[in-house]
T-cell receptor, first 115, second 113 residues
């Protein structure tokens, strides 16, 4: 079974631009969660989608948004990029909603650099 | 305030030695606690998941313990190998709340020959 894939792996943008990141979960997994990881803050939860519905959301501004498609693939969008958005963005999938005791499988991440 | 604290922040040990990493939390109400291993430049990999009723869970040379009364967990690594060099992250899930995931900042383990 193929693992979680994220595209692109690396991205460089400038302040004010917007970016869309993509995540393809493991086949059969219906839950997709997004995380931001920075050296200073560590891992932070962005949001979780299950069956195309946002189930949970972290404490991030509205510039961060996401969606999930009927095939469980998910996209995350960040508008009006700021320097502080530079981070590794990780996607994780699990068979059920992440609130259950369910193993999450992480993708390799997308490294976003904002100049 | 819901928090997860890990110690030590970093650790260097000799190959073959054992080590124990700590995770203390104040998250309530508690649902489960997970330990992840993250190699540099890669996504985290799940090691163990424990619920309130479980106090020990093993995954190969990794053994996690949970004391729900004192809100403490530990991850014990036996007979360390060079490949154990990584960051180990403790994540606690609360039973309720839209934002119910709480992350430790991790312990950076380096195993040297």
């Amino acid at each position: 079974k193929a693992g979680v894939t994220q595209t692109p792996r690396y991205l460089i943008k400038t302040r004010g631009q917007q970016v869309t990141l993509s995540c393809s979960p493991i086949s059969g997994h219906r839950s997709v969660s997004w995380y931001q990881q920075t050296p200073g803050q560590g891992l932070q939860f962005l949001f979780e989608y299950f069956s195309e519905t946002q189930r949970n959301k972290g404490n991030f501004p509205g510039r961060f948004s996401g969606r999930q498609f009927s095939n469980s693939r998910s996209e995350m969008n960040v508008s009006t990029l700021e320097l502080g958005d530079s981070a590794l963005y990780l996607c994780a999938s699990s068979p059920m909603s992440g609130g259950a005791v369910d193993t999450q499988y992480f993708g390799p991440g997308t490294r976003l650099t904002v100049l | 305030k819901n928090q997860v604290e890990q110690s030590p922040q970093s650790l260097i040990i000799l190959e073959g030695k054992n080590c124990t990493l700590q995770c203390n939390y104040t998250v309530s109400p508690f649902s489960n606690l997970r330990w992840y291993k993250q190699d540099t430049g890669r996504g985290p990999v799940s090691l163990t998941i424990m619920t309130f009723s479980e106090n020990t869970k093993s995954n190969g040379r990794y053994t996690a313990t949970l004391d729900a009364d004192t809100k403490q967990s530990s991850l014990h690594i036996t007979a360390s190998q060079l490949s154990d060099s990584a960051s180990y992250i403790c994540v606690v899930t609360a039973l309720t709340g839209a934002n119910n995931l709480f992350f430790g900042t991790g312990t950076r383990l380096t195993v040297i020959p």
